[in-house]
């Protein structure tokens, strides 16, 4: 693969959605509510349902849609606060603030996990929900958070966006909590260019998102659950049209069977570089939790010894020149993961420790689909950029200047 890592490269959609989509394509029969019964949208639902072992699943337009709808179909109220990690993608504070809540923020570690302390502290101030978002794949103690939540009858909503196939004490990510919610934007573990699912356990929150994503009239009979519930909240809830369209359900369902191989594969490229990066005094990727069993499609990694934002920039630099992009969330101007970009949120404090973690943490897509020489090529690149950067700061009079 080298001399530059293509991690941006999807993997092509399996050849299995060809014929359903030359049929769309033929009759034009995109929308969801347009056959009368078994549209590809619902044959997803089924699909998916199945996959997670929950008999509910919800097909949106997004990740962002089904955020939305969780805190809806909770019966949220305007002005209610919902906790979430202050690590986490802008989509997230931007659902709650769409929902008329307001996003109440919770510290995280330099492992990337929810402070647990912190989560406990601020469960006190009047929370109404909270969204546990597993950002890039990291999964915080869901024990705890259940037991904590579960004591005080907080609804638990899981941002699964980048965990689908994660296990936690052997139970599917996006299971545990009342909601769960995906992503399938195309860098996510199911690409449908943009799309996602909200599962769950309970009829009245299905049949309420149901009602809410789009299914106005009597199309929630179309939808082959919950039809006492939903017959119960006909006309009682305003419509939000974020219904996923035919297309996107016929390119995401034949992925599922994919789900456990990119897992897999993923799993074991994060590993493989991982250990790599963990015999650099530089680099450290933190250990995953003792429950949690990791479906990951990118890499995260802290700069040890890096005491400057300077040295960092140019150990970024370093690695891009070498073909391998690394973000680092918290030094790229308006990066839209750097909580104190989410202005429409307001000012929030007391996040010292995210803060420090955003400073230092990078992050290097790893997508499933690489294969051993490009992983080496990645972390190798890696390595020598850490190891340019210090090695000049120990050595030169002005050692950055000499690597920008
Ligand atoms: C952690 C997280 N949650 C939610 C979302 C929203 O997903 P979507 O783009 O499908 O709305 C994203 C988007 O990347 C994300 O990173």
């Known amino acids: 693969m080298s001399p530059k890592a293509d991690v941006y490269d999807a993997e092509p959609i399996p050849e299995a959605a060809r014929a359903e989509i030359e049929v769309l394509l033929a009759n034009g029969d995109l929308f969801r509510y347009r056959a009368a019964a078994g549209s590809p949208v619902a044959k997803l639902e089924d699909a998916f349902a199945a996959f997670m072992g929950v008999p509910f699943a919800l097909a949106v337009n997004s990740c962002s849609s089904a ?20 690590f986490t993608f802008s989509a997230v504070p931007s659902s709650i603030v769409h929902a008329g809540c307001q996003p109440v923020l919770v510290d995280v570690g330099a492992n990337y996990r929810i402070d647990m302390r912190d989560f406990e502290a601020k469960l006190e101030e009047d929370i109404k929900a909270v969204v546990i978002s597993h950002m890039r794949g990291h999964t915080s103690d869901m024990d705890a958070i259940m037991a904590l939540c579960g004591a005080r009858g907080i609804p638990v909503i899981e941002d699964a966006a980048h965990s689908l196939g994660t296990l936690w004490s052997g139970r599917r990510i996006g299971t545990i909590g009342r909601i769960g919610c995906f992503s399938f934007q195309s860098f996510k573990m199911m690409n449908g260019g943009e799309g996602g699912m909200l599962i769950t ?18 199309n929630w009979k179309q939808h082959p659950i919950a039809h006492d519930r939903c017959r119960f909240w006909q006309n009682k809830l305003p419509l939000y049209n974020m219904r996923m369209n035919n297309l996107s359900a016929a390119v995401v369902r034949p992925q599922i069977e994919e789900v456990p191989r990119r897992v897999r594969d993923g799993r074991a490229n994060h590993d493989h570089v991982a250990a790599l990066l963990n015999a650099s005094p530089w680099l450290e990727v933190p250990a995953p939790l003792e429950q949690e069993l990791r479906a990951p499609d990118s890499i995260q990694f802290n700069l040890r010894g890096f005491d400057s934002d300077d040295e960092v920039k140019a150990f970024q630099r370093r690695a891009n020149e070498k073909g391998v992009p690394v973000q680092v969330f918290g030094l790229s101007e308006d990066n839209a993961r750097a909580f104190w970009n989410w202005q429409f949120i307001g000012p929030q404090k007391n996040l010292e420790q995210t803060r420090a973690m955003l400073m230092r943490a990078c992050d290097v897509r790893l997508p499933a689909r690489l294969g051993r020489a490009d992983l080496d090529f990645i972390a190798g690149a890696l390595l020598e950029a850490a190891a340019a950067v210090k090695k000049a700061n120990r050595t030169a009079g002005d050692p950055l200047r000499a690597l920008a």
């Open 201 to 218: 356990e309970d009829p009245d929150i299905i049949a309420r998102a149901v009602i809410m994503s789009g299914a106005y009239e009597h």
């Open 67 to 86: 955020l939305f709808l969780s805190l809806k179909a909770l019966g949220l109220e305007p002005g209610d606060r919902v906790l979430i990690p202050a």
